[in-house]
């Protein structure tokens, strides 16, 4: 029996979640895999660190515990998505330096400075010189967020001025807005640099954002080449086993990446499309890993 590990995190307990877990349970039993589950509480990080006594072929990393990920990296076990890919796609700003120079269409994007809980920040210039290069509206980002819930549109600097003063000194982003693309855009599921699954996402009510979670609606999609290409593209240039990545429209339709999540939940692509992105991603590991 080959047995692996799902690591997930112990405090985001949700039906959502757990749902997913399940499925991936459940595709590692067809395909003959023991699929154990851990929680990040379960595997704590002690230094120096020795191999851990349960045996494991792989580590299923379903969490952004970035630290735990490296540690058992570091212990030698085989993770999948390492930990970097999952750290790089954590951190939107990250993501957007990793693939500059890369010949990647994305957003234009300036990342805001770095300040300090105990000061803030002290003036914003740096925001009204952001909105100069940008325009108005543009788009401003936590750098650390799910489900499109940390996304926000601004129509002026009064309105860019009073976001960056509510979310304190979280990291931000400020991006251009692609109007072409007001509330439409397309995820593709990649495992293994190939597309396994695809839909397209759009908003009936209003709403700038596609983010099913946020009230979007799907529908099966069949993506261009050019905007396959390049959902594999970024995973291969962030060293991604298995991603989602968002795809908005530019202008004639020009694929564009707006985002590239490591642990995308596929249950919405699954209504959508039939496909179990579940079996996809286990299959991937044993040829990854030749097991069986």
């Given amino acids: ?24 349970s459940d595709a590692g ?34 969490d ?18 390492s930990s970097e890919a999952i750290k790089i796609c954590d951190d939107k ?9 890369k010949n990647i269409r994305m957003p234009r994007t300036i990342i805001a400075p770095k300040t300090f809980d105990n000061i803030g920040y002290t003036n914003f210039e740096f925001a009204k010189e952001a909105g100069e290069r940008l325009g108005y509206p543009l788009v401003v980002k936590e750098c650390f967020g799910s489900f499109g819930q940390q996304v926000y549109l601004v129509n002026d600097f009064v309105e860019l001025q009073n976001k960056i003063k509510t979310l304190g000194t979280k ?3 400020f991006q251009e807005f692609i109007s072409s693309s007001f509330g439409r855009d397309v995820r593709i599921q990649v495992v293994g640099s190939k597309v396994v699954a695809s839909m397209y996402r759009h908003s009936d009510n209003g709403d700038f954002r596609a983010n099913l979670s946020i009230g979007g609606r799907m529908k099966q999609y069949t993506p261009t080449e050019e905007q396959a290409v390049l959902a594999i593209r970024c995973c291969q240039i962030i060293g991604l086993d298995f991603a989602g990545v968002d795809i ?8 564009i990446v707006c985002e590239v999540n490591s642990n995308a939940h596929f249950k919405n692509i699954f209504d959508c499309t039939g496909v179990n ?16």
């Avoid at 799902?6 to 757990?18: A, D, P, W």
């Avoid at 952004?64 to 998505?81: I, M």
């Fill in 93 to 101: 700003s990250l993501t957007h330096l990793t693939l500059m120079n």
């Fill in 171 to 173: 990291p931000l982003l």
């Fill in 64 to 81: 952004k515990d970035v630290l735990l990920a490296r540690y058992l990296e570091q212990l030698g076990y085989q993770v999948f998505n």
């Fill in 1 to 24: 029996m080959i047995n692996g590990w799902l690591v997930v995190n112990e405090f985001l307990n949700s039906n959502k979640f757990n749902e997913i877990h399940q499925w991936l």
């Fill in 277 to 292: 992105v579940a079996d996809e991603i286990i299959s991937y590991i044993k040829n990854k890993l030749k097991l069986g």
């Fill in 29 to 62: 039993k067809r395909q003959g895999i023991n699929l154990i589950l851990k929680t990040n509480s379960e595997l704590l990080i002690d230094l120096p660190g020795n191999k851990l006594e349960e045996a494991v072929d792989f580590i299923l990393f379903w």
């Fill in 248 to 255: 908005l429209f530019g202008n004639d339709d020009e694929p």
